[in-house]
Nanobody, 116 residues
Framework: QVQLVESEGGLVQPGGSLRLSCVTS????????TGWYRQAPGKRRELVAT???????EYADSVKGRFTISRDDAKNTVYLQMNSVKLEDTATYYC??????????WGKGAMVTVSS
């Protein structure tokens, strides 16, 4: 089992910034990929950003140029820096890890609300 513990989300104004973090219970370099997904009320969970052990990143088109995913291997932590947030970024953000041996693991989620 891989435990994922996210930082708390929060309330942020449109155009503002917020950083989410997620600590993994297993050495992050042993995980093929880590990342973030989000789910807005009434909508399906969607990919936000992922990063592989090799450092390859992938972003949803809706966040490209605004969000940045990064990883600190020494701290077993993956980050999501959210800049220039929009109302439509409001969602619960879930940390995700993919392990080749047994698949996906999820955090409990962090609520992010963008509102003025």
């Amino acid at each position: 089992q891989v435990q994922l513990v996210e930082s708390e989300g929060g309330l942020v104004q449109p155009g503002g910034s917020l950083r989410l973090s997620c600590v993994t219970s297993e050495s992050i370099i042993m995980l093929y990929a880590t990342g973030w997904y989000r789910q807005a009320p009434g909508k399906r969970r969607e990919l936000v950003a992922t990063i592989t052990t090799g450092g390859r990143t992938e972003y949803a088109d809706s966040v490209k140029g605004r969000f940045t995913i990064s990883r600190d291997d020494a701290k077993n932590t993956v980050y999501l820096q959210m800049n220039s947030v929009k109302l439509e970024d409001t969602a619960t953000y879930y940390c995700n890890a993919y392990r080749m041996t047994d698949g996906h693991y999820w955090g409990k989620g962090a609520m992010v609300t963008v509102s003025s």
